[in-house]
């Protein structure tokens, strides 16, 4: 049974070069009217997303919890985790490809070592769902506590 489902619809206007692609319908809302195009994808954003920056937020935010969720099972609450996730969108084999998810971890966590915490983000590198979806991508995680 899902733990949960959420969508997101969206309506693409024009050709590839020229269009537009509007979100609508997200099942939270926080999405709908954010436009994407494929300039904002492959050139400059100008004030609109992209896959790659849609799958960057989702990477890093799962990747937050997953972390969190693992230090607590360890007895080492974070006070702060800052994780970033940078999604690649290059050519591989000839076609246009997601390849790769490099995730910067820093985190304040009292009272834990630099070895521990490494073992900690490496566990919840396999825990995280985002990470586990993108089992075919080279995603390199590193970690360091502030």
Same mark, same amino acid.
Request: with cysteine; net charge negative.
């Given at each position: 049974?899902?733990?949960?489902?959420?969508?997101?619809?969206?309506?693409?206007?024009?050709?590839?070069?020229?269009?537009?692609?509007?979100?609508?319908?997200?099942?939270?809302?926080?999405?709908?009217?954010?436009? &994407?195009?494929?300039? $904002?994808?492959?050139? #400059?954003?100008?004030?609109? =997303?992209?896959?790659? /920056?849609?799958? %960057?937020?989702?990477?890093?935010?799962?990747?937050?919890?997953?972390?969190?969720?693992?230090?607590?099972?360890?007895?080492?609450?974070?006070?702060?985790?800052?994780?970033?996730?940078?999604?690649?969108?290059?050519?591989?084999?000839?076609?246009?490809?997601?390849?790769?998810?490099?995730?910067?971890? &820093?985190?304040?966590? $009292?009272?834990?070592? #630099?070895?521990?915490?490494? =073992?900690?983000?490496? /566990?919840?590198? %396999?825990?995280?769902?985002?990470?586990?979806?993108?089992?075919?991508?080279?995603?390199?995680?590193?970690?360091?506590?502030?």
């Amino acid at each position: 049974m899902a733990i949960a489902t959420r969508t997101v619809k969206t309506t693409w206007d024009g050709n590839l070069a020229s269009g537009t692609g509007t979100f609508g319908s997200s099942s939270s809302g926080a999405l709908d009217n954010q436009q &994407v195009t494929w300039a $904002s994808r492959t050139e #400059a954003p100008a004030g609109k =997303s992209s896959p790659e /920056e849609l799958l %960057a937020a989702a990477h890093s935010s799962c990747f937050s919890m997953a972390l969190a969720l693992t230090l607590g099972e360890h007895k080492h609450e974070p006070e702060r985790l800052e994780v970033t996730s940078e999604v690649v969108f290059e050519e591989a084999g000839g076609k246009p490809t997601i390849t790769t998810s490099n995730i910067t971890v &820093v985190g304040t966590v $009292s009272g834990i070592d #630099a070895a521990t915490f490494q =073992s900690i983000v490496d /566990e919840a590198a %396999a825990l995280c769902p985002v990470s586990r979806l993108f089992a075919s991508a080279t995603i390199n995680v590193t970690a360091t506590l502030a």
